[in-house]
T-cell receptor
């Protein structure tokens, strides 16, 4: 596989469920990101990991919990979500040196909270 | 003041014309600037990066940066219907290791 892969592509969950989004990158990058994209809103940065260490938590509610076990994998654990959390969740990776800031996105996980 | 601002559009241009997309940013410490293209139902795709003042050309695309005015633009020459998409301006701040996106400008190229 190449690029950035996200699973699942679509997820429907109730407010009391617990689920996880998974992201895997095959680009050898050292930085990984979670973004949220809602209708009519700019992309919102949620979390940043550099070399597996979290360097940014952009005031995200605790019902979203990230995990980065290594530089190639990133998870977003979801629990007791609200309907307003329904959105497209995008994972991205980036090299840290030379082309830092150039993001490569996965296809996204479309989340619907009932 | 929002960190990255763009005209939301929609911007409509006829096929073959030049499309001009504009972006302003608020943080003078910003160091790297990017344009992403997002087709409906798809994820954003990087199309241009620019790091120093002036113009950078890549095929039909030209990015322009003016740090004194805190202004970035993207010109698309000979616009094609396949260029119809939302164009996102993004700014990278090394000190914060963050890539901040603008709201995007919707471009429609009319055949």
């Amino acid at each position: 596989e190449t690029g950035v892969t996200q699973t699942p592509r679509h997820l429907v969950m109730g407010m009391t469920n617990k689920k996880s989004l998974k992201c895997e990158q095959h680009l050898g990058h050292n930085a990984m990101y979670w973004y949220k994209q809602s209708a009519k809103k700019p992309l919102e940065l949620m979390f940043v990991y550099n070399f597996k260490e979290q360097t940014e938590n952009n005031s995200v509610p605790s019902r979203f919990s990230p995990e980065c076990p290594n530089s190639s994998h990133l998870f977003l654990h979801l629990h007791t979500l609200q309907p307003e959390d329904s959105a497209l969740y995008l994972c991205a990776s980036s090299p840290l040196l030379g082309a830092a800031g150039e993001l490569f996105f996965g296809e996204g996980s479309r989340l619907t909270v009932l | 003041q929002k960190e990255v601002e763009q005209n939301s559009g929609p911007l409509s241009v006829p096929e073959g014309a030049i499309a001009s997309l504009n972006c302003t940013y608020s943080d003078r410490g910003s160091q790297s600037f990017f344009w992403y293209r997002q087709y409906s139902g798809k994820s954003p795709e990087l199309i241009m990066s620019i790091y120093s003042n002036g113009d950078k050309e890549d095929g039909r695309f030209t990015a322009q940066l003016n740090k004194a005015s805190q202004y970035v633009s993207l010109l698309i020459r000979d616009s094609q219907p396949s260029d119809s998409a939302t164009y996102l301006c993004a700014v990278y701040k090394t000190s914060y290791d963050k890539v901040i996106f603008g709201p995007g400008t919707s471009l429609s190229v009319i055949p």
